[in-house]
């Protein structure tokens, strides 16, 4: 065959296989044009997509580089040349031209004392001539501060929608007080716990230390390296969750030196299935639970008692109890306790755990408690395996 015919079939094939290629990737633009919907579906996704990663900074507590993140998506949100955030301080971020900061911070000043939008045209930026719409954020509390819009000309549409994104902006930077505020309850709440501890259990436990010194002097250095780590884990100050294996310890370490003080008139028992020891729960949110029924429990019944603590596997939760045979508790007062009521003074620990275990997972896992007058106290919780959600919240 000669050259030139083989020169020909070759480059046949080959323009028949770039023919095929190519014919393939249009279809895969089509099909994938098809897959994203119409024209309307696209522009509310994209709608949607810039407000959620705006929102995920404007929640984030405020720092100016979070709301210059959140100004960048919002400039692209509404379409302008340049966008600018002013907050209740007068700060100013922006995003685009920064040759907008001086204007922006004066006409944020006039949008909040009217408390409404306003559009002003003609402004002189250095060397150009451009137009803005500004809206107030104002919160349910008074205003947050003010977004500026600049574009050439601003339109009607512009015009509206800022102002319905000022309205969006204020609701997330609501919810970011309110997460926050819900994270220092939480916080205050742990500190009323540590504070429950520290003055009642110290005491007696330094008692209880200073009686062996001179009878057991090996047994009241095995207290004092109890103490130490049970008040190592009591104050920490980092996470807000741990462990029931760690949790666990804590209350071991406790309970020894309770049974320091106690002697034979107190007995435990405890029944844990190894499956929930690594279960995520509450920093101190089981320990409280024993405290309780020490202090309140078996302290002022005569002879002492016993407490029971089990862990036991359920499926998806684990259900953990705390029961003594004590002095039990009056339910009308155990109710206006966990109901916040300070006139009972007591019991401060059941409070805060049931609020915490509310707030983490749902009103459907705060405590159980069955008591009465001489009957003992029975403890019950029941948190989900698999942890709170990211948010803080589970449902079962």
Not at 96 to 104: E, F, L, S
Request: aromatic share 4%.
């Amino acid at each position: 065959m000669p050259e030139s015919t083989l020169l020909a079939a070759a480059l046949g094939v080959v323009g028949g296989a770039l023919a095929v290629g190519l014919v393939v990737f249009l279809r895969r633009i089509v099909l994938a044009s098809k897959e994203l919907g119409t024209d309307a579906e696209r522009a509310t996704y994209q709608t949607l997509h810039l407000a959620s990663r705006a929102a995920k900074h404007l929640r984030g507590g405020g720092g100016e580089a979070e709301v210059l993140r959140a100004g960048r998506h919002l400039r692209a949100l509404l379409g302008c040349e340049s966008l600018a955030i002013v907050d209740r301080t007068g700060r100013v971020t922006v995003d685009g031209d920064d040759a907008v900061r001086a204007v922006a911070a004066e006409l944020a000043a006039a949008a909040i004392a009217n408390a409404r939008p306003q559009v002003s045209r003609h402004l002189s930026i250095g060397a150009r001539e451009t137009d803005a719409v500004v809206a107030p954020v104002l919160g349910s509390a008074g205003p947050f501060g003010a977004i500026v819009a600049f574009s050439t000309p601003v339109r009607a549409g512009l015009v509206r929608a800022t102002g319905e994104v000022a309205d969006w902006v204020a609701a997330q930077v609501e919810l970011g007080e309110l997460d926050a505020s819900r994270a220092a309850l939480a916080e205050a709440e742990v500190r009323a716990l540590r504070a429950q501890i520290s003055p009642h259990f110290i005491y007696n436990s330094l008692n209880a230390i200073a009686s062996f010194i001179n009878t057991d002097p090996v047994k009241a250095r095995e207290l004092v390296l109890e103490f130490a780590d049970f008040t190592r884990y009591s104050f920490r100050r980092h996470g807000d969750f741990t462990t029931v294996a760690e949790e666990l310890r804590s209350i071991d370490s406790y309970l020894r030196l309770e049974r320091a003080r106690f002697g034979d008139r107190l007995t435990v028992t405890l029944q844990i299935a190894p499956e929930v020891l690594s279960t995520v729960v509450p920093f101190l949110s089981i320990q409280p639970l024993v405290e309780n029924a020490v202090r309140h429990g078996l302290e002022s019944k005569e002879g002492g008692g016993r407490i029971s603590i089990t862990a036991a596997d359920s499926g998806a939760f684990a259900e953990l109890t705390v029961e003594d045979d004590g002095v039990g508790i009056d339910p009308e007062t155990l109710a206006r306790s966990l109901a916040g009521d300070p006139s009972t003074g007591e019991h401060v620990g059941l409070r805060n755990v049931d609020a915490r275990l509310r707030q983490v997972y749902g009103d459907e896992h705060g405590l159980v408690v069955e008591t009465n007058l001489g009957a003992g106290t029975l403890v019950r919780m029941r948190v989900p395996k698999a942890g709170p959600k990211r948010d803080g919240r589970t449902t079962p």
